[in-house]
Nanobody, 126 residues
Framework: QVQLVESGGGLVQTGGSLRLSCAAS????????MGWFRQAPEKEREFVAA????????YSADSVKGRFTISRDNAKNTVYLQMNSLKPEDTAVYYC???????????????????WGQGTQVTVSS
C-alpha cells in the first residue's frame, strides 16, 4: 500500500510559477512510476507528466512541454512538478499517482495507476 500526499498548490498570476510536491509512504518508492494528472471542472482527468522509478525517463504532455518539469528524489520519497509560465488553462486540481507497471509505455492513462493522492488545487488568474 502506498499513500500519496500532494502539496504546493495555490493561486498564482499568469506567467508565474509553482512547485508541487508529492510525498509517498513506503520503502519501495523507487520501484514506482510516478505521474502527475490534472482535472479541471467538468473535464476528464488528463495526463501531465510521468517519471520512471530511477528517474531515467520522463514524459510530459504536449500542452506543458517546455513549461513543466517532473523530477523525483528517491531518498525523500518525493516527486515534484515544477510549473513555470503558468496559464489560466492550467487551472485544475493536480493529482499525483503511482504505478508499479503501466505496461508498454501507457504512462499517460490514469487507469494504469494503482494509487492516487487527494489532489491539490492550482488556480492561475488572468
Amino acid at each position: 500500500q502506498v499513500q500519496l500526499v500532494e502539496s504546493g498548490g495555490g493561486l498564482v498570476q499568469t506567467g508565474g510559477s509553482l512547485r508541487l510536491s508529492c510525498a509517498a509512504s513506503g520503502r519501495t518508492f523507487n520501484r514506482y512510476i510516478m505521474g502527475w494528472f490534472r482535472q479541471a471542472p467538468e473535464k476528464e482527468r488528463e495526463f501531465v507528466a510521468a517519471i520512471t522509478g530511477s528517474g531515467g525517463r520522463r514524459y510530459s504532455a504536449d500542452s506543458v512541454k517546455g513549461r513543466f518539469t517532473i523530477s523525483r528524489d528517491n531518498a525523500k520519497n518525493t516527486v515534484y512538478l515544477q510549473m513555470n509560465s503558468l496559464k489560466p488553462e492550467d487551472t485544475a486540481v493536480y493529482y499525483c499517482a503511482a504505478a508499479l507497471d503501466v505496461g508498454s509505455n501507457y504512462y499517460y492513462q490514469p487507469n494504469r495507476y494503482d494509487y492516487w493522492g487527494q489532489g491539490t488545487q492550482v488556480t492561475v488568474s488572468s
